[in-house]
């Protein structure tokens, strides 16, 4: 191979301004550190877990709130110290395009709000971290993910189990083989809900019932520890309280397959407390966790003996990892498209409820 | 009303022939405390488990051997002191009708020759005692059933687990409504099955795979703790050694509701160790045992601590009931109907797998 003296000096020259050109870059995010973070919704959720993790993130910063309670503002204003330029309302949010000092919007809101959100914050410009479940639909989840897409900004779900140790642990022990091919997952969540009033039981903001609130723990510990993403489901629904559960379901157990010949078996319910878990077993041991997706107090056992790890503020990692994905310019692990997955697998359950049918999931 | 002198004479006279009858077959049960067993079928759980539990029951003996392997003969009838007029093999062993020292013949044979070996101890004027599952088929079941009610025989089969102290504690209380309404089970069992060339990897002997052999303990424990027969079921298989796993179900796992709404998920498998197993959970509270289905060792957990209770011999346990039973003259509780029953869900977890729907048990 020659190359033509104008082509080497080309090249140089362009390899040159390149390398300039990044070195600058290295600079500008070697000086930024921080991600400002925006919280939409400052219900119990954002005020019990997100505000206070957001005290412990090394890169993750609470710089803004947007809520639809005027009586907040002052509160978390003062509370936080978050100038008042950086708090809106849902009418006003969208002026959030020419602020600079967010970067991050974290859309905790009832999940029939996520889409809109997130879709009107990737048109203002920023970075969106939305809660599980994604959207109350794939459709939204698509919606969604194109949104992010076209305006150039990053998207991430608020899988927090998957920053946690004992379940990075789990996973790793999965899929290194250790315990075997894998055969079998039971994974279940569930807890028993107070409050009939609330929106989780309103079909049009929580999209469904158990299974879209908690029962998706299960679903993601069921994708996570495999890396697959399940073939088909079948799954049937109970309900004892069909007054309070009127809109979204109450009980659900389902099975579902993965292309490996994985074979699952799940639960969710609002009814009762008690299954907070999961358990894999390979063809020469298996391990666990229990309780699985508190927020606290994560324990675990194996056939080789307890699975210990220091206990994490799993939202401050979550929103680290999101933050220097931002930074590094890198995509999240916790992206759009897995909450999309998620979505997809949970249609089907549901579709198999309905039809009495064993349900393929459909593809990304 | 008005009776002739004729009438009350003769139906006192009648009440007084009864009235003796009766009082000479009270002495005649007064007299015998004890029930004569032969084992039909001399394999491991004969030879491990159910001679030596003969040895420790108060109500049941061992006093005859059926085998087709001529060298066990002597080896037992030494081992056992078993009279050679006791001693049968599969080609005479309908002349044990002339054999007035066997009661009751405990069919422990692979599961394809339950029926015949029902049937003939039946018709040669045995109860019978019967291994689970109770047969390849519910239509099997159904003429065993029929079988020894033609010979008026008592047929119960070997639900060992219904007799242990844990599961009568665990159904005790979930029925006593302890733990407000039932809202799920969560029941599985399986091992890593060994020798790949014997009968239960057979499907005329075994009639299925790990479902057959002990999911049906899964199975059991649904249908103990609530007192429910199965409405519907959905369910899955996946084979990861289909050679090893030609003829029979390696992994299965099912839903399963109940009438009541109580919404079960469970598993099975031949592929590996590690679930032996239910949990309960009701409004309120919720008790579990693992493990569940052992022969010993049997361990409990609930809501409100540790639940320990003496181990015992569950072999001794079931023959000395079925020979109360028998003194008696009452139905076992673990009877043919009930054995029914379980291969009725069974069938319809195998029909849910081949046609993927939701599919109906039949009512026995």
């Not at 978390?76 to 100038?83: L, P, R, V």
């Not at 809109?247 to 078996?265: A, L, R």
């Not at 969710?268 to 063809?283: D, P």
Request: with cysteine.
């Amino acid at each position: 191979m020659t190359l033509s003296r104008r082509t080497m000096l080309g090249s140089t020259a362009a390899l040159t301004a390149s390398t300039l050109l990044s070195q600058a870059n290295a600079r500008a995010a070697d000086e930024k550190t921080t991600v400002n973070f925006a919280l939409v919704g400052l219900g119990s959720l954002s005020t019990n877990q997100i505000a206070p993790a957001l005290q412990k993130t090394k890169h993750a910063k609470l710089a803004g709130i947007v809520t639809g309670t005027p009586e907040k503002e002052k509160i978390w204003a003062d509370k936080y110290s978050i100038k008042p330029e950086n708090i809106y309302n849902y009418e006003n949010f969208d002026k959030i395009a020419a602020n600079d000092n967010i970067d991050v919007v974290y859309i905790v809101l009832p999940n029939g709000m996520h889409k809109e959100f997130t879709v009107r914050g990737a048109n203002a410009g920023k970075h969106v971290l939305c809660e599980k479940p994604m959207a109350n639909s794939s459709a939204d989840c698509r919606e969604m993910i194109a949104a992010c897409k076209q305006n150039n900004r990053k998207l991430a779900v608020g899988y927090r189990c998957q920053f946690e140790p004992h379940h990075l642990y789990c996973r790793e022990t999965v899929q290194s083989g250790k315990y075997g091919p894998l055969h079998a997952i039971e994974a279940g969540f569930g807890f028993k809900i107070g409050d009939p009033n609330q929106w989780r039981l309103k079909a049009d903001l929580a999209g469904g019932g158990a299974l879209m609130d908690v029962g998706i723990y299960a679903l993601q510990a069921c994708r996570f520890l495999t890396g697959e993403e399940p073939v088909a489901v079948t799954a049937q629904e109970t309900k004892m309280n069909p007054k309070k559960f009127a809109e979204v379901d109450e009980t659900i157990t389902w099975t579902m397959t993965m292309p490996s010949g994985v074979n699952c078996y799940c639960s969710t319910s609002y009814a009762f407390n008690g299954i907070n878990r999961f358990n894999a077993y390979g063809q020469s041991g298996w391990l666990g966790l229990d309780p699985a997706y508190s927020y606290k107090g994560i324990k675990g056992e194996s056939k080789d003996g307890p699975i210990q790890f220091d206990q994490i503020d799993q939202f401050a990692a979550e929103m680290d990892a999101f933050a220097k994905c931002i930074l590094e310019d890198r995509q999240s692990s916790v992206s759009g498209e897995e909450g999309l997955r998620d979505l997809l697998a949970i249609e089907a359950i549901y579709e198999s409820i309905q039809s009495g049918k064993r349900t393929q999931v459909q593809k990304a």
